[in-house]
T-cell receptor, first 111, second 119 residues
Framework: QKEVEQNSGPLSVPEGAIASLNCTYS??????FFWYRQYSGKSPELIMS????GDKEDGRFTAQLNKASQYVSLLIRDSQPSDSATYLC???????????FGGGTRVLVKP | DAGVIQSPRHEVTEMGQEVTLRCKPI?????LFWYRQTMMRGLELLIY????????DSGMPEDRFSAKMPNASFSTLKIQPSEPRDSAVYFC?????????????????FGPGTRLTVT
């Protein structure tokens, strides 16, 4: 079992709809969770971080964390073609500041 | 503020040659990370430093790879000798701890990457 797992996609979403991305992690002591967006040929860009159970909203993005079930999700509301990218889930375990990344989910928003 | 700076942005070299990648972290950040990204293996952590000291180099593929951080504003990743399978995009990232609740949180920021092609 991989430490951080994501569906590779592609996740095809019509413009204006909600894109829902999921990520599961194996280490129960993980404490910090991040979502990065990576456009083709570019570097990962941090878009959300979450540390406590529940929801965290930032603009059109909402991160959801459920530590008991060991999953973290990202919702993108009112999806735009410019949201088409690969979204990487990353986790820091309790000790240290080392990120472990999932394989990423490719999102395609169709006009 | 300037972000993480990497050079060169592109490097094409022949097998057997030495390659040196450079990174300048964001000013004030005390942790620096080197990653490699390929289609097959995704984003892999090679090594990271805290306060210029290597903490975890378990991701370094083999002895051909070495990394240094002589001061807080500069790091290098060297491959000697290079091989075609080293072809990848190499990213540098930096972070610093901020307080949240009862502990520290570390948000990492990536540089633009160096695309390495070894022929």
């Amino acid at each position: 079992q991989k430490e951080v797992e994501q569906n590779s996609g592609p996740l095809s979403v019509p413009e204006g709809a909600i894109a829902s991305l999921n990520c599961t992690y194996s280490d129960r002591v993980s404490q910090s969770f991040f979502w990065y967006r990576q456009y083709s040929g570019k570097s990962p860009e941090l878009i959300m971080s979450i540390y406590s159970n529940g929801d965290k909203e930032d603009g059109r993005f909402t991160a959801q964390l459920n530590k008991a079930s060991q999953y973290v999700s990202l919702l993108i509301r009112d999806s735009q073609p410019s949201d088409s990218a690969t979204y990487l889930c990353a986790v820091i375990k309790a000790a240290g500041n080392k990120l472990t990344f999932g394989g990423g989910t490719r999102v395609l928003v169709k006009p | 503020d300037a972000g993480v700076i990497q050079s060169p942005r592109h490097e094409v070299t022949e097998m057997g040659q030495e390659v040196t990648l450079r990174c300048k972290p964001i000013s004030g950040h005390n942790s620096l990370f080197w990653y490699r990204q390929t289609m097959m293996r995704g984003l892999e952590l090679l090594i990271y430093f805290n306060n210029n000291v290597p903490i975890d180099d378990s991701g370094m593929p083999e002895d051909r790879f070495s990394a240094k951080m002589p001061n807080a504003s500069f790091s290098t990743l060297k491959i000697q000798p290079s091989e075609p399978r080293d072809s990848a995009v190499y990213f540098c990232a930096s972070s610093f701890p901020t307080k949240s609740g009862g502990g520290n949180i570390y948000e990492q920021y990536f540089g633009p990457g160096t695309r390495l092609t070894v022929t």
